[in-house]
């Protein structure tokens, strides 16, 4: 069973930067696709990313593209969310799961999430 942990959230001014990571507590995160999910107060869960075990393939939402971008280090077991441009609506609480052996949208695992707030 996978234990998902999230870092890096915060509180930051509009267009500012955060960079999100995500590791698990036995160093297996290497095997399986990344995903990352969001949700704000009142508004529905939604998929930002994904990235597969390898790294070499990653998916956006249309919210997103162009300002976050997906990545890992497998050597460190570590899958990061570096978000850029950040808006007021983007503010809400960032999970970090498991979707198995590739990018499918079906979560084994979440995280605890960590909030990000974007705010003057």
Do not use: H
């Not at 001014?13 to 960079?19: E, H, T, V």
């Not at 590791?23 to 995903?35: C, N």
């Not at 930002?48 to 998916?59: D, E, K, Q």
């Not at 950040?86 to 809400?92: E, G, I, Q, S, W």
């Amino acid at each position: 069973q996978l234990q998902l942990v999230e870092s890096g959230g915060g509180l930051v001014q509009p267009g500012g930067s955060l960079r999100l990571s995500c590791v698990d507590s036995e160093f297996t995160l290497e095997y399986y696709a990344i995903g990352w999910f969001r949700q704000a107060p009142g508004k529905e869960r939604e998929e930002l990313a994904c990235i597969s075990p390898s790294g070499g393939r990653a998916n956006y939402a249309d919210s997103v593209k162009g300002r976050f971008t997906i990545s890992r280090d497998n050597a460190k077991g570590t899958v990061y969310l570096q978000m850029d441009s950040l808006k007021p609506d983007d503010t809400a609480i960032y999970y970090c799961t498991s979707e198995g052996s590739y990018c499918s949208g079906y979560v084994y695992y979440w995280g605890q999430g960590t909030q990000v707030t974007v705010s003057s």
